[in-house]
């Protein structure tokens, strides 16, 4: 366990780079349309720093971990700032600090990797009475052998869809409350390379997860890479719709005892920062600018669900983290003023 607890440290202390890969042809996006902003905005007396925003069709939450509380939400359409839940700490019905989570639907679901369950909060209830604790749906002991899991989302109460590494070779993961691994699939793109042991692959196999809204649909970016896979699950299958690998993340293994690092080449692109997904189209927040500029851009990649490129946006100012919500024909974006304040500004989805 010690072990594991070095390596997760290691993993947010240190980033990936990037290298071209020169046997494939690149996407071709069409051309940016500008977005113009709505009306909707939320400034920085409600916000403190964001670490990552998301949204249903009422609520929005902002993960700005502050005061011991992890989340803050708002009511999507107003903006009106309902309080702030998530308690941070050890005891029953608190969470780890640093755990963002991923909302789906009514459910809002915080990966707890340490403590070995997941936890969900009802956003009716929430929005009721801002003080609901969380229920935990299952305990999972992660007993699955060689696993290390990035992300998880929930299916249904008993199936979970998780990506990271298994048995050093795959990454995604369907496993059941049972501990029963039930299918996995697509190989890391490090999965034959020698330089890198079980523990390095855990670290460059980080990424972000997200599930439409209404199907069994999955989309996961490659922290540091323009890699992105688009998955269905179907009678407990993983089905891969389309895996783009334009740019596989390029690290230099070491590690010094327990200590397991990846130096990154400083030159190379970011890449994806940030996915947000609707029913029709997934919206990926790109960036060029290598790996030592601030993790922000104004450019939207729009993709649909079979994984073609159909729009490219322009925003008016960098965005940080992004939300989407079709139904309103609206993207939140979590971007600064001039004095380095976090605002959320909303702007209006062309169709």
């Not at 290691?10 to 349309?33: G, Q, V």
């Not at 400034?43 to 403190?48: F, G, I, M, S």
């Not at 939400?73 to 963002?100: H, S, V």
Request: proline fraction near 4%; charged fraction near 20%.
């Amino acid at each position: 366990m010690k072990n594991i607890n070095i390596i997760l440290l290691a993993s947010f202390c240190f980033l990936c780079a990037c290298k071209e890969n020169t046997n494939k042809p690149k996407m071709s996006f069409p051309e940016e349309t500008k977005l113009s902003k709505s009306e909707y905005h939320i400034d920085e007396d409600q916000l403190a720093k964001i670490d990552g925003i998301q949204c249903n069709d009422s609520s929005l939450i902002i993960f700005d971990a502050h005061s011991g509380m992890s989340y803050t939400l708002f009511d999507l359409t107003t903006g009106k700032y309902i309080g702030r839940f998530g308690e941070i700490g050890q005891g029953p019905g608190e969470i780890p600090l640093g755990c963002i989570g991923q909302l789906n639907n009514n459910t809002y679901t915080v990966h707890l990797l340490s403590a070995g369950f997941i936890a969900q909060y009802c956003m009716d209830s929430l929005r009721t009475n801002i003080k609901t604790k969380p229920t935990t749906s299952t305990k999972i002991q992660f007993q699955f052998g060689d696993v290390y899991f990035s992300k998880v989302i929930p299916i249904n109460d008993t199936t979970f869809m998780g990506a990271g590494v298994y048995n050093g070779k795959y990454q995604y993961i369907l496993f059941n409350n049972k501990n029963q691994i039930l299918d996995y699939s697509t190989e890391v793109y490090n999965a034959y390379d020698k330089n890198y042991n079980k523990y390095h692959k855990m670290i460059s196999s980080e990424g972000t997860l997200r599930k439409s809204p209404s199907k069994n649909r999955f989309v996961y970016s490659l922290y540091y890479s323009e890699n992105i896979d688009i998955l269905e699950v179907s009678e407990n299958k993983i089905n891969i719709i389309k895996s783009s690998r334009e740019r596989n993340p390029l690290l230099k293994p070491t590690q010094n005892g327990t200590f397991v690092t990846a130096h990154p080449d400083l030159d190379c692109p970011i890449g994806y920062i940030d996915i947000a997904v609707g029913d029709n189209n997934i919206y990926s927040l790109y960036t060029d600018k290598n790996v030592t500029n601030q993790y922000c851009s104004d450019i939207i990649r729009v993709f649909d669900w079979d994984g073609n490129p159909v729009k490219q946006y322009k925003l008016d100012q960098q965005a940080y983290f992004i939300a989407v919500n079709e139904k309103q024909n609206k993207l939140y974006a979590a971007t600064k003023n001039e004095d380095a304040g976090w605002s959320i500004t909303a702007y209006n989805l062309l169709p």
